[in-house]
Structures are given as C-alpha cells and as structure tokens.
C-alpha cells in the first residue's frame, strides 16, 4: 500500500517538477542569432536589429532560415525589449554569437556602455564578439544572404573565429576580454572590422582588418595587410601567408605559409625610460614561389629566408611606427606588460603612457625557418 | 499567488510534522511549536503580500558600528 | 531518542561542504583580483589555532553538542543567555546562506521566478534532509564532497584551452594591509563557520580524535578553494573578477570545447545545491539543538520544523536586495567575531579550568 502512494506521488511530482515558474517553450521564444546596434540618424535613440532564427520553416529543404527584425529605443534595453511590438515573442539572448556596431556608434560613443549592457544581462553569452561595420550604419550586414546558407550572424562569427589559423586578417574578441582590456591599464582595445564589398553583383560582408580605439572609443582602422603583422607582434597568429620578393627588387613573387609563430616581447628599461625588444620566431613553409628555383639549393633557402626575416621586421616596425603616429593607442599591450613585470616602473609611466607610447622605441628581431617546400623540390 | 503557497506550506508542515508525533510531545512543546510556527507564518505572509518588515540588518549594523568605527 | 553517531570520514565531508558550501558557486570574493590565492593560503595557516580551541573543546566533552557543554559549563542562567545568542546566530547564519543561495539563482538561472518561491524549494529539501537526522547528512555529504570535487577539477581541466598565466601578475600588486584584511575576511567566513559544527558535535564518536577532524577538513577545503580561486584567475583576470557578484559562474561559462561542449554553467548551479543543502542542514541542525536545549525539548526533531521556517521567515526579511546584502558583509566580519571567536574562547577557558579541577589525574596537553 505504502508502495503505491510513494509511487504515486513519484508520478505526480514529475510534472512540476520538470518545468519551472516562468518555463518558455521553444516556440515561445525568438532566437536572436546576433544583432546589430545603429543609432538613428537624427535622433538620440537607438536602432538595433535583430537576425532571428525562423524555426517555422522547413530546415532541411531551405537551409536556415533568418527574419530580420529591427526595433529602437532609448536605451539599448528598452530598444530590445521594444522588438515585442513587431514580433509575438521575447527575444532570446542566449545563443546570440555576433554583436555589430556601426562606425558611428565606434567613434562617438563609449564602448564600454556597450559592453556594461551585454555583460550584465544574464542570457548573453559571455563568449559572444562584438564587430565594427565600416560603413553608414550596422544594420546593413544582415541585408544579404550569407554565402554559406547559414545565418549572417553565424557566417561572420566562423569568419573570425577561424580567421587567425587562415588568413590572420583579424582576429575575434570575445566580450569578457574587452571588458577585461578596457579595465585593465596599458593596452588600448581593437575589434574586427568588416566591410561591405560586391562579389559577382551582390553585396557581400568581408572581413577587414581590425577597428583600433584609443580611450574607448574608434581611432582608425588597420588594414588587413596591417593586422597580419599586429597579430604576429602580439602572438596571436596561427597561420597565414606572407608573400615576399624572392628577388631584391621586384613585386613579392613568393609566398611562405606560416605554420608556427612565437613571439617574445620583452623591455629593459634606464631609468624611465623604455625600449621595448620584439622577437619573432616563425616556422613557414615555401607555398608558392614564381620564379625557377632549386629549392635543395640552401643557400638559396638561406637568401629567402634572409628576405623574409628583413621583410617581416620592416612590416611590423611600419605598422607599430603607423600605430604611434596615427593613433597613439597601445593595441600591442607594450604598457600591459610592462605592468605586470615591472609594477613600480608602471606607475611612475602609466599616466601619460600615450605620450610615451607615441615615441617608444621598438626593436623588431624576426627569425624566420623555411621548413619544407611543400610537393615540388624544383621548378 | 505566494500567498497560497506559503498557507499551504504551513498547512502541509502542521499535517505531516506536527500529527504523526503529536502523542509523543508533551504540552508545553506544543505551545513552543506553534509559537515558533506562528511568528514565521505571519513574517512570510505579510512577505508574501508585498508588505516590507524591518530586517535585523539596521539594528546589527547598529551595534557594530559602536564598537568600530564605519570603515568607509 | 536514538543516539546519531557519524563516522569520521563522514564528518570531515560535512565540514568541507561546510566551509566550501558557498565559495563553488559564488566565488572566492575578495577585492584582491590576481592575488586571491594568497589570502587563502595565510588565513588557512592563521585559521589552525582557532580551529584548536574548537578540537580542545570536542576533546574535554566528547560526544555532546555545544549547547549541552555551555549550560554544564555555565549554569542554567548564564547559560541560557549564552545559547540563546548561539541559537540566534546559527539562524542568523542560516539565513544568509539560504538568502545568499536563492540570490544566485535569481540572478543567473530563474530571473522571473519570485525569490520566495525559490527559497521554498531549497528549505524543504534541507528540512527533509535535517529530519532524516545527522547521519543521512554524513552519508550524502560524502558523495557529494567528492561530485563537488570532480566537478572543479573538470572545470579547471576543460578551461585549459582558456587558460592565461599573465593573469597572476603583477604579484602582489596588493599592499600588505590589503591582503591582511582580505585574509581576515576569509578567516571570519567561510573557514570559522565551522564552529556551527560544534552544534553537532554530539554525533562525533569519543574514539575518534576531532583534532583529525578538523585538520583533514581544513587541508582538504583549502585544496578546492585552492583550485576555483586558481581557475578564475587563469579564466576570467583580474578586472572581471572583482565587477560580478559570481565569479566561478562567469568562469565556467567561458568554458567552450569544441564547440559542442559550451555553458556548462548549469553544473555550477548544480554544485551549489549539492554543497549548500549541506552547509543549510548543519546550521539549521545547530539552530534546532540550541533551541531544543533552551526550552527543554528532549528531540531536536521536534523543533525542527518551526526552526527551519523561523530561519525561512528571517531569510526574507534579511536584505533588500543583493547590493545591501554584500554591503553588509562589511559589518559581518565584524559580528561574526563573538560567535565565531570570544563564545568558543570563553567556553573553552572555562572547559580547562572546570575539567583541571575535577579531574588533576586526567592527562592532558599542557593548556594556557
């Protein structure tokens, strides 16, 4: 007997048991895949538009399917919570990968207060990114279809995530690392860029370096060009291509696939004043190399490794020199290590670190190993 | 709707606590029990409607900050 | 009355779910960002002596509870005042954790649900668990020391790919007043919550030596403090860390295998509950004894329903909000210095005289 209510109330309780006060059913939620902040012209309010997930239709036979739903605000609370006037459920924070800001947004507005409402709110994820779109406004990057039949959001998230083992064009900055590079002293924060170009008549989104801020807010932009050597002074590349002139003059007729790169930095310091000391350690592999070559000869090997090592060291010193002069923002964190080595030495620097920063000396070592040459020892 | 469920808390708590062993106490626990039992039902009832009541936090902070000093 | 009696091993899991209840979840809180580690391991040190005093007294009145020890020590009258502000304070305690527990999962998990409801859920469970007595707590807190357990250390491994050593500096960027006062901090709470194991020391077997007891739990509690300070440090820096109210919940959130094996944070909550239902049922048992002692019940079961509900009532009414409650933590660490230090240090004074004065031939250390 005593059997049979324990087993009856065992039953009983599995069904509130298995929800709970404010259950939401999937089809009582719309999934925000990323979004995209824009303020609107004229007025002080914000425009956010959403990309959301249509689970209505079909998958297999249309692929994802993305509603694009925009709605304003205020505040960028009040403005997502506003998108309830447009579609029948809340929105859903908690799968969203991609946050876009317009330039304009980048340049007046202070990233941090972007940041403060995408951390506080419990749904987002901490791993979400943020991006910049070079252009008018934000919303503009979800008017296309991806090109890879998934949502834009998603597709612009694959594109950063994998960047750096690729191309090291940009790189993906989750949003507990900008909140944790703009409280923390000595390292100026840098977000991808992304551009609208046409392929084959259509407006697609490509991936365009990195958005440099300098006191939270936009300064400029590196080229992609320019941020393959940022990540590589940084450590933070895994891959990529360096195309090089296997000839003194001459266009790069050669290029060398980055397979490991390590990257020291280290600082000695007279009194306050500091140099900071760069050394890379590159192992590439020979991809690609127009002009006849007998690739068993060394010291042809040696001469091309010879190119790249001087190559690389003018191209990093180009761009930290283009950072000091144009920017004054210390992207590659030289302040942030000083910091953390040598703490007393910072605080006597850290209150005008820019000034300092602009005219830093920097010496750049590169050490580059031209492993193997891929399939062909001789062309 | 807090409300009812605190009610029947409290009713669930008095048929499955205080019955089965009613025989075995004597009376003056009894009175103990449902003193105790009648000072937190009306604290959460009144919770539960909304309607703030002092928490002891005020008078703590009171007492400690006579031996020290506010630290900030 | 039937006699509960713990083995060891299971005594020395409570005191661990004891002292590591709320720091899984919620984070070793200090304002010390990268040097977190450090005023763990000094207030550990500093923590031995109190935890001595604790043992001494375990020792002299082996296998009964601190309320049954004052009212011997101290007489009817003294006595009852002494455990009516033990009682008061295990409730108090009680409170805090309950409040400090539905908190967490207001803010992270059930934004919407009210918070009293919440507070239900947990009490009914510890109150169960109280119910089916001390050596059911024994028996659960030995599984769940060791899922706690496991469940850091999969999260310190998972997050390797995370990991970023730079975090730990500078070193000691924190001047000496600060790591003293942080250390202080994490001595008055969570490590001397432990004296609301005196409450139920009465399960505590004569053969087995409480000085074992404490030390074992002390060693073991501080490795796992150990490590979820370590592993929020390499996950989240220094800046993160102090802006939440719950750092090991943001860290384990950036866990991210693969893709697949993402917002683990759910294991998190789940710790919680398996540790807090622990620390609940030892200050509510403590709180039950006291009051059973103080109007002459013969069972703390008897009282154990109106206690858990009186703690559930204060519970409520103890903050406002959350901000208040971490405000107040700076007036804790001073109000918990009675409970945790001067009663415990009067009562074992007194213990030494009264037991050298019966008893010249019973050997014992030599004590102040």
């Known amino acids: ?379 | 709707m807090l409300t009812a469920i605190v009610l029947l808390l409290y009713v669930l708590v008095v048929l499955f606590d205080f019955m089965p062993a009613k025989k075995e106490r004597k009376f003056a626990e009894n009175i103990v029990y449902f003193a105790l039992l009648s000072v937190s039902m009306a604290v959460l009832i009144l919770f539960s409607m909304g309607i703030e009541l002092p928490g002891p936090s005020q008078p703590i902070r009171s007492i400690v900050e006579v031996f020290v000093k506010p630290k900030k | 009355m039937k006699k509960e009696i713990i083995s060891l091993r299971q005594a020395v899991c409570v005191m661990c779910l004891l002292i590591t209840g709320s720091s899984i979840a919620v984070g070793v809180q200090t304002d010390l960002g990268q040097d977190s580690w450090l005023p763990v391991l000094i207030s550990s040190v500093c923590v031995v002596p109190v935890l001595f005093i604790y043992g001494r007294i375990m020792k002299l009145y082996p296998e009964k509870d601190i309320f049954e020890i004052i009212e011997t020590l101290f007489g009817k009258l003294a006595g009852k005042i002494i455990i009516v502000l033990m009682t008061w304070y295990a409730l108090h305690l009680s409170a805090n954790v309950l409040r400090m527990f539905s908190e967490f999962v207001k803010i992270n998990t059930l934004t919407e649900t009210p918070q009293l409801a919440i507070m239900i859920a947990m009490l009914l469970v510890v109150l169960y668990m109280a119910k089916s007595g001390i050596e059911t707590a024994g028996r659960w807190a030995v599984l769940m020391l060791f899922i706690i357990a496991f469940i850091v250390l999969l999260t310190i491994v998972l997050s390797v790919n995370k990991w970023d050593f730079s975090n730990f500096l500078p070193v000691f960027e924190h001047g000496p007043g600060e790591i003293v006062s942080s250390s202080y901090k994490m001595l008055i709470s969570p490590l001397t919550d432990t004296v609301l194991f005196l409450g139920i020391a009465c399960a505590i077997k004569k053969e087995d030596s409480p000085y074992r007891l404490f030390s074992y739990a002390l060693i073991i509690s501080v490795i796992i403090m150990l490590g979820i300070v370590v592993r929020n440090t390499l996950l989240l820096g220094p800046a993160m860390m102090k802006a939440t109210y719950f750092p090991s919940y943001v860290s384990v959130s950036l866990i991210d295998i693969g893709d697949f094996f993402a917002r683990v944070e759910g294991s998190i909550t789940m710790n919680l509950i398996l540790g807090g239902i622990a620390k609940l049922t030892v200050c509510l048992l403590a709180a039950s004894k006291g009051c059973a002692r103080l109007f002459g019940f013969r069972d703390y079961r008897h009282i154990l329903m109106p206690v858990g509900l009186l703690s559930l009532a204060l519970c409520a009414i103890l903050y406002k909000s959350i901000m208040e409650m971490v405000d107040f933590e700076d007036i804790l660490k001073i109000y918990k210095i009675p409970f945790h230090l001067l009663i415990p240090v009067a009562v074992w004074i007194t213990a030494e005289f009264r037991t050298r004065g019966k008893n010249p031939a019973e050997p014992h250390e030599a004590s102040s």
């Open chain 1, 1 to 379: 007997m005593r059997r049979l209510i324990a087993c009856v109330l065992m039953a009983a309780m599995l069904a509130p048991l298995g929800g709970c006060w404010n259950y939401r059913g999937l089809d009582e939620i719309m999934i925000v895949m990323g979004s995209a902040i824009d303020k609107e012209q004229g007025s002080e309010n914000y425009r956010i538009t959403y990309e959301i997930i249509d689970l209505n239709k079909p998958v297999k036979a249309q692929g994802i399917n993305t509603v694009i739903v925009s709605s304003e605000g205020k505040t960028k609370f009040e403005a997502a919570r506003n998108a309830k006037k447009k579609v029948s459920n809340k929105l859903y924070f908690g799968h969203t990968q991609v946050f876009v800001i317009s330039e304009e947004i980048a340049r007046n507005e202070e990233i941090g207060g972007i940041i403060d409402f995408l951390l506080r709110d419990a749904e987002t994820r901490e791993t979400a990114c943020l991006v910049v779109l070079r252009g008018k406004t934000a919303r503009e990057i979800f008017e296309t279809k991806s090109l890879s039949n998934i949502a834009v959001s998603n597709e612009i998230h694959d594109i950063i995530s994998n960047d750096q083992k690729i191309t090291s064009s940009t790189l993906r900055v989750p949003i507990y690392e900008i909140f944790n590079t703009l409280k923390s002293e000595g390292k100026a924060l840098v977000l991808p860029a992304f551009h609208r170009v046409d392929n084959n008549g259509e407006t697609v989104n490509e991936a365009n370096g990195i958005a440099v801020f300098k006191e939270e807010k936009l300064a400029g932009f590196l080229t992609p060009e320019e941020t393959k050597y940022f990540l590589i002074a940084t450590n933070k590349t895994k891959g990529g291509i360096l195309p090089i002139a296997s000839e003194k003059s001459g266009h790069a007729d050669a290029a060398l696939e980055i397979s490991k790169n390590k990257t020291k930095l280290s600082f000695t310091a007279r009194g306050d004043k500091v140099k900071v000391k760069i050394k890379t350690e590159t192992i590439v592999y020979l991809g690609e190399i127009l002009k006849d070559i007998n690739t068993t000869d060394l010291a042809k090997i040696a001469e091309l490794q010879d190119i790249a090592e001087k190559k690389l060291e003018a191209n990093i010193m180009s761009v930290i020199k283009k950072t000091q002069s144009e920017f004054g923002a210390d992207i590659f964190g030289f302040g942030r290590m000083i910091r953390k080595k040598d703490f007393k030495l910072w605080n006597r620097l850290k209150d005008n670190w820019d000034e300092q920063f602009r005219s830093l000396k920097v010496e750049v070592r590169s050490d580059v190993k031209i492993v193997n040459t891929a399939y062909l020892m001789k062309t």
